[in-house]
């Protein structure tokens, strides 16, 4: 059995290997909420722990190898650029990899960041929703999607998208998760939705735009892909558009407003190598569950 620590935002996503019989899902907060002993006690009885974000106190990441287990931190975006940002972690997690630990992370561009800084690690990817074949249309009108939630409008660069909307006040940018005006007329705020229905919202726009100063492998991103939207993502990615400036968008937008067939490429893409099968077998690789 394989002991999964994870924020239980991400269970979803573990639940669709079904792979129940050979894991067992545990709640990040209820866990730090134990005492050290129990912890211990806990993951003894597991072969493998798996840390997804990957991050865990230094006793216990030190204990458990001195049990003898098998620990595996894996590191989304937020988890990197936290690391990035302190010697003292940069520190631990090189220690960490030396007592054993295998350092996996979710994208090419994050294994890169560590590598600058000394540290290898591996990457596997975690799609958090279910990668099928959803029909999808052109709309009538072109209009954007942008992730900007609210409350992270610097992280997410608003007044990039402020001011590109400017030069485009035919278009309407659509911001997502939002619920505050804007001063522009263009610039409409979408409310939180629930789950089920991100794809509905993403399908009634042509292009998708997803600009953070950092950033892991955001299922946004995946998911408006499986749509066949058209994407920007300040980080490359097969069948994505690069960028993150003002001139940059602009041209993306005059190019993809034009195009009457939807980004089919993209597609086909995330549905080969995102695919539930795909991404469970990467991890029974991990896990040696094969």
Partial sequence: ???????????????LFELSDSINLKDKNEWRKLPLIKRLKIASQYKT??????RVDFLEMLFLQILGRKVILHFIGSDVLMILKSKSKQLKTKLYKLLGAKILVVHKNLAEELQSIGIESKVVEFVNHKVEKIHEVIPGEFSILVYIPEGKEDFYNLEVIEETAKLFPEIKFNIFPYGDNFSL??????KPVEHNKVIDLINSHKLF??????????NTVIEALMCSRYVVWSYEHPY?????????????????????????????Y?????????????????????
């Fill in 49 to 54: 722990i798996h840390y997804f974000w990957g």
């Fill in 1 to 15: 059995m394989i002991l999964v620590i994870s924020h239980k935002g991400f269970h979803p996503g573990f639940k």
């Fill in 270 to 290: 995330v549905l080969e190598h995102y695919n539930t099968e795909s991404m469970k077998n990467k991890f029974k690789e991990i896990w040696q569950l094969n």
């Fill in 240 to 268: 994505v558009y690069k960028a993150d400036n003002v001139k940059e968008i602009s041209e993306i937008i005059n190019e993809v407003k034009n195009k009457n067939v939807l980004n089919v490429e993209g597609k086909k």
């Fill in 185 to 190: 007329s263009n610039m409409i705020p979408i």
């Fill in 209 to 218: 735009i997803r600009i953070p100063k950092h950033d892991g492998l955001p």
